[in-house]
Every structure is written in structure tokens, then in C-alpha cells.
């Protein structure tokens, strides 16, 4: 069963410009250089992304008028432990909670420095985890990066009620490992910055399983440009919604994303009837990987998943969806996940509400309030294409 469980919520697109793109009372940073394996950028990725924002950077800050009504009413949930799924079983067997971000070229970008400062501002705010636990933050990053990193954890943790590691993860190491497995769907949904070898690392959350050491089972790798409203263990409760034992269950939908009407422009319209690309909560409207829980244990384990990470498998999936993309992972789970959607839990849009309304403006006004709107509380922001972040 199981498998991929990834995933994120929707409003893919929209935001999904990866624009884009985890105690008891330690108080400084335990920069422990790891060897895990990893790899690089995520936050600085797609170049023909970069256009889109910088098109769009100057109006958003300005033009953030997009109805957030709904959203700032909300409050947040009650922060006790285990009180949304039972037990929390992978807490039991072992008390570390992974969380990981692409953390490469920060060093000489003040945009990005800030939109980390404020998440981890806001993670160790709301930050609550038992005495025995540890929030174990990885960071696939650069030598420079790293440095930066190191400095900036410092203040950022000052706080931290909770005991915390650091592990930083070489990007240059990772993609080392990455490239093989993902070389053939970069063909279809890289950015195409020209660096080929180098893009594999936005592929990363899809071969995590692979080269991550056995004894990591769950992480959740999220995106710089977030801010929390809510302590992020209760986002690790929600693997305990994955479907266990049996088939997938059908997930809950959320928000979607318009530039799956965009990029399945083709396929629908030789499939009219198709659901592919539609809003939620009928349609199937493509993840945004800002959030992503990933269930390394079950990704290992299925057949199906593996099998559809194979060169031929993509190729065919690709022709038949007639995709192509230029977002990395976040491609390739929305593909796969049109065709199998039983390997996906989708998380309740209120734990990636992206605010990018790039899509309002270019193309898809009439539509885009389906896939915009976000019922239900709202536990992390997500200021893609560079979208400001509303004040607490
Ligand atoms: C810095 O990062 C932002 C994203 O936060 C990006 O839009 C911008 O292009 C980057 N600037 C440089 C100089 O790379
Ligand atoms: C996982 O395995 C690595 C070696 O591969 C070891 O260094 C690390 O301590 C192990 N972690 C846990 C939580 O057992």
C-alpha cells in the first residue's frame, strides 16, 4: 500500500512557479555536516520561472489583493499533541522529525535570506515538541550557502523551545547521486537553465527514497518562501491520514492549480470530458511540491512507484498527457498522479496556501478563484512567485 503519500496540496500551479520552490532546550546550532546524500536548489531553481516573477515581482507587492478573507479569520487549531490522527506511531518508534529545504545560492540573494528568516521565525514560534523529541532540520546547500546558513541559525533558533539538529547536506554530492535516477524526466519537466547535470536536484523529493540512508523513513521537505502559523509537528500527524493496509484511499482534494489548465492544455482539448486539469473539488488539478510529506518507507516499498520512475514509463506518460513542464518534481508528481491518483494523499489546502495570483492576470481570471480559494484554517502561508506574506 502505501507508497508515495506525498504530497501536497494543491493549488499547484498557481504558485507553483517554485517560486518559488525541521529539542529540549538547545540554544545554539549544532552544525553537524552530514553525509546523507543530497543535493541543491529548489528556491533558485527554474530559470524560465525567473521571468515570470520578475514580471511579476514588481505587482505583487503591491497587488496582493487577492480574497484572503477567509483566510485570516481562521485560527489556528489547537496545538495538543496527538490530537488529530491517534497516536502518532512514527513518533513512537523514533522521536526525530525530518524536515528538509534546498538551501543553495542564498548567500548573495537578500530576497531569499529574508523569506528564511521568516519561516524559521515563524517554525520556531509555534515550534512544540515533547522533551524527547528532536526537529532535525536538513539543508542541501553550498559551501557559501552553508556558511551563511550556519550564522543565520544562530539567531533564527535563538528561541527554539525544542531540541533541534542541523545537518547540513551537499548539493554537489546529491545531484551525484540523483542524476542517474532522474535523468530521463528532466527531459520533460526541467527548466531547462541550460545546466542539465545540475537541474537533477529539483528532482530530488522524487528519488529521496533512493538515496537517503535506510533508516530514514519520513520526511517532509518544504520550501523557503513559507511562513507557519501553526507548530509544525502537527504536519508530521498528517502521514497518519495516509491510507494504511489497504488502497489508496481516495484522497480529500484541495485547491488546485491553473497552470494545470495551462499545461494540459493539449491533452484536454483531445479529451474534453477529462478531469485532468480541473479545479477541485472533481477535477484533478495538480500538486504544488511548497509541502511535501514523504513517506520514504512506503515509496520503497511499491512497485507501482518505482516502476513509473523507469525512463520508459515516464516517456510514456509524458506523450500520453502530452506533458511537458519545466517545474522538476513537482511535475512529476502532478503526472503521475493524474493516472494514479491512489498514491497520493492530498493535504487539506490550508497547509500550503499559496498566494501567487500570477495566473489571475495571465490568461485565466475567469477560472481562477476555483482554484485559488482555500476554505478551512490556514497552518502555513506560502509566498510563491514572490508573493508578500500577510502580517500576523
Ligand atoms: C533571489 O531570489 C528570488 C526568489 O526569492 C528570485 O526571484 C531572484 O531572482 C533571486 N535573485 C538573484 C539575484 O538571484
Ligand atoms: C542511520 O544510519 C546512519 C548510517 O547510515 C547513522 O549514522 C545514523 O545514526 C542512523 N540514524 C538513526 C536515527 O538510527
Known amino acids: 500500500m502505501g507508497?508515495?503519500?506525498?504530497?501536497?496540496?494543491?493549488m499547484g500551479r498557481i504558485s507553483t512557479f517554485r517560486s518559488y520552490q525541521f529539542i529540549l532546550l538547545v540554544a545554539a546550532t549544532l552544525a553537524v555536516a552530514a553525509f546523507y546524500y543530497f543535493?541543491?536548489?529548489?528556491?533558485?531553481?527554474?530559470?524560465?520561472?525567473?521571468?515570470i516573477k520578475q514580471s511579476q515581482s514588481s505587482y505583487n507587492t503591491n497587488r496582493n489583493d487577492a480574497d484572503l478573507t477567509l483566510d485570516t479569520r481562521l485560527t489556528d487549531q489547537p496545538h495538543e499533541h496527538g490530537e488529530q490522527g491517534g497516536e502518532d506511531t512514527g513518533a513512537l518508534v523514533d522521536p526525530h522529525f525530518h524536515v528538509l529545504m534546498m538551501f543553495t545560492k542564498i548567500d548573495k540573494n537578500r530576497s531569499?535570506?529574508?523569506?528564511?528568516?521568516?519561516a524559521m521565525l515563524s517554525m520556531v514560534k509555534h515550534g512544540d515538541f515533547l522533551e524527547e523529541e528532536v526537529l532535525v532540520l536538513h539543508f542541501v546547500s553550498d559551501p557559501a550557502s552553508q556558511e551563511l546558513g550556519q550564522r543565520m541559525l544562530q539567531e533564527v533558533l535563538l528561541d527554539a523551545t525544542f531540541q533541534y539538529e542541523v545537518v547540513?547536506?551537499?548539493?554537489?554530492?546529491?545531484?551525484?547521486?540523483?542524476?542517474?535516477?532522474?535523468?530521463?524526466?528532466?527531459?520533460?519537466?526541467?527548466?531547462?537553465?541550460?545546466?542539465?547535470?545540475?537541474?537533477?536536484?529539483f528532482?530530488?523529493?522524487?528519488?529521496?527514497?533512493?538515496?537517503?540512508?535506510?533508516n530514514l523513513t519520513r520526511i517532509v521537505q518544504v520550501d523557503l518562501d513559507l511562513k507557519y502559523r501553526t507548530?509544525?509537528?502537527?504536519?508530521?500527524?498528517?502521514?497518519?491520514?495516509?491510507?494504511?493496509?489497504?488502497?489508496?484511499?481516495?484522497?480529500?482534494?484541495?485547491?488546485?492549480s491553473t497552470a494545470h489548465i495551462h499545461t494540459f492544455w493539449q491533452y484536454r482539448k483531445e479529451n474534453p470530458s477529462t478531469r485532468v486539469g480541473e479545479p477541485p473539488p472533481d477535477g484533478l488539478p495538480g500538486f504544488n511540491s511548497g509541502v511535501i510529506l514523504l513517506d520514504l518507507r512506503a515509496m520503497r516499498a511499491s512497485a507501482l512507484y518505482n516502476r513509473l520512475l523507469e525512463p520508459g514509463n515516464v516517456a510514456k506518460l509524458a506523450d500520453q498527457y502530452r506533458f511537458r513542464g519545466h517545474l522538476g518534481d513537482q511535475d512529476f508528481f502532478s503526472m503521475i498522479g493524474m493516472q494514479h491518483p491512489e498514491l497520493f494523499y492530498v493535504l487539506a489546502c490550508g497547509w500550503n496556501r499559496q498566494l501567487c495570483t500570477w495566473w489571475r492576470e495571465h490568461g485565466y481570471r475567469e477560472?481562477?478563484?476555483?482554484y485559488y480559494r482555500?476554505?478551512?484554517?490556514?497552518?502555513?502561508y506560502h509566498g510563491n512567485c514572490n508573493t508578500a506574506v500577510p502580517d500576523d
Open 112 to 118: 531569499l535570506q529574508e523569506k528564511f528568516r521568516v
Open 3 to 10: 507508497i508515495l503519500k506525498v504530497v501536497v496540496c494543491t
Open 39 to 51: 543535493g541543491s536548489e529548489r528556491q533558485n531553481f527554474s530559470s524560465t520561472t525567473k521571468r
Open 367 to 370: 477560472v481562477f478563484q476555483l
Open 374 to 380: 482555500c476554505d478551512g484554517p490556514i497552518y502555513i
Open 231 to 256: 507548530n509544525i509537528r502537527d504536519l508530521f500527524q498528517q502521514f497518519d491520514h495516509f491510507p494504511r493496509g489497504q488502497s489508496w484511499a481516495s484522497p480529500e482534494r484541495c485547491s488546485p
Open 203 to 214: 528532482f530530488l523529493s522524487v528519488a529521496m527514497h533512493h538515496i537517503m540512508p535506510q
Open 168 to 201: 547540513f547536506h551537499d548539493v554537489v554530492d546529491l545531484t551525484h547521486k540523483l542524476f542517474p535516477i532522474v535523468e530521463a524526466m528532466q527531459k520533460y519537466f526541467s527548466a531547462g537553465s541550460g545546466a542539465y547535470y545540475s537541474d537533477a536536484i
